[in-house]
């Protein structure tokens, strides 16, 4: 049974950081990309981050371009999420994606999800 655990959640200030975590089990993650989405209240899910199994390409929504971060440790079946200069508009549910082949920003395409862990930033 696959399961991917988000942790990393929390509380901060405009302008701080956090560092989502996201650990896949119950299969082998070879060539599955993983990505990020996110919820925010009201709003629908939608894509932040995403990359594939190996290789640098990496896709960003244009919102966090140059703030976030994605990478992963394939050894350890975990991907992380690093939010820099955090706004009170990333304030989401954040949830961990897998699917076979390529990274996409389409959340249809993601076959696995994790439960989500809530981001909130503070003014």
């Known amino acids: 049974q696959v399961q991917l655990v988000e942790s990393g959640g929390g509380l901060v200030q405009v302008g701080g950081s956090l560092r989502l975590s996201c650990a896949a089990s119950?299969?082998?993650?070879?060539?599955?990309?993983m990505a990020w989405f996110r919820q925010a209240p009201g709003k629908e899910r939608e894509f932040v981050a995403g990359?594939?199994?190996?290789?640098?390409?990496?896709l960003y929504a244009d919102s966090v371009k140059g703030r976030f971060t994605i990478s992963r440790e394939n050894a350890k079946n975990r991907v992380y999420l690093q939010m820099n200069s955090l706004k009170p508009e990333d304030t989401a549910v954040y949830y961990c994606?897998?699917?076979?082949?390529?990274?996409?920003?389409?959340?249809?395409?993601?076959?696995?999800w994790g439960q989500g862990t809530q981001v909130t930033v503070s003014s």
């Open positions: 994606a897998s699917r076979f082949g390529v990274a996409t920003t389409t959340e249809t395409n993601y076959n696995y």
């Open positions: 119950g299969r082998t993650f070879w060539n599955y990309a």
């Open positions: 990359m594939p199994w190996s290789g640098t390409n990496t």
